[in-house]
Each structure stands twice: as structure tokens, then as C-alpha cells.
């Protein structure tokens, strides 16, 4: 069972910014497809980005396209996925969630099906 971890939320003011992570220990996000999901108060869960780390290809909805941007480190291995979100606006105020599912070597970067979902991370923007 892989224990993905997201973190990097919290409360932040509109127009500003927050860089979310996921990682889990001795994880390789170079066979998985990653997706970022987001669930607003009374909302069902939302795509929001993907990202191949293996093929570099990412993917983003309209809602974030241009606000956000998803990436990986730059180690042999990628360790940790990163959501970077600026010009946040109340309405990005949800739990994010990161989730992976395994396709090595696939060029559409976003889970179908997925194997493992961390647990979230609040973030919250104020207006």
C-alpha cells in the first residue's frame, strides 16, 4: 500500500500563492501517471492537473490553466510532485488531493483509474 502525502496548504489571502507537495517514502512517480484533484464544501471531487513525470507532459483544466502548474524535483528519480498555484481566488478553495495511477512510459499524463489517493490538504483562500 503506497501512502502518498500531500502538504503545503492552508490559508492564504486572493491573488496570492501556495506550492502543494506529494510524495511518499521510497515512491517513484517516474511509472506513474499523478493527477491533482480538488473537493469543495457540498462539490464532488474535480480534476484539476496531471503530469507524466517519465514523458514530461502535463495536462490542466480551464479552471487553473495558467494559474497553476504542476511539476516534479529534478532528482534520478521523481520523489515529490509539486502543485504550484498563484493567483489564487476563492473559488480554488477546496482539499487537494494528489493521486497516481500506474502507466510507465503512457504520454496522456492523467489516472484513469486510480491506484492510490493520498489524504489532502486544505487550502483555503480568503477574499
Known amino acids: 500500500e503506497v501512502q502518498l502525502v500531500e502538504s503545503g496548504g492552508g490559508l492564504v489571502q486572493a491573488g496570492g500563492s501556495l506550492r502543494l507537495s506529494c510524495a511518499a517514502p521510497?515512491?517513484?512517480?517516474?511509472?506513474?501517471?499523478t493527477g491533482w484533484f480538488r473537493q469543495a464544501p457540498g462539490k464532488e471531487r474535480e480534476r484539476v492537473a496531471c503530469?507524466?513525470?517519465?514523458?514530461?507532459?502535463?495536462?490542466?483544466e480551464d479552471s487553473v490553466k495558467g494559474r497553476f502548474t504542476v511539476s516534479g524535483d529534478n532528482g534520478r528519480n521523481t520523489e515529490t510532485v509539486y502543485l504550484q498555484m498563484n493567483n489564487l481566488e476563492p473559488e480554488d478553495t477546496a482539499v487537494y488531493y494528489c493521486?497516481?495511477?500506474?502507466?510507465?512510459?503512457?504520454?496522456?499524463?492523467?489516472?484513469?483509474?486510480?491506484?492510490?489517493w493520498g489524504k489532502g490538504t486544505l487550502v483555503t483562500v480568503s477574499s
Open positions: 503530469f507524466s513525470s517519465a514523458v514530461g507532459t502535463t495536462y490542466y
Open positions: 521510497e515512491f517513484n512517480f517516474d511509472d506513474y501517471a
Open positions: 493521486a497516481v495511477e500506474f502507466s510507465y512510459g503512457a504520454n496522456w499524463p492523467c489516472p484513469s483509474t486510480v491506484d492510490f
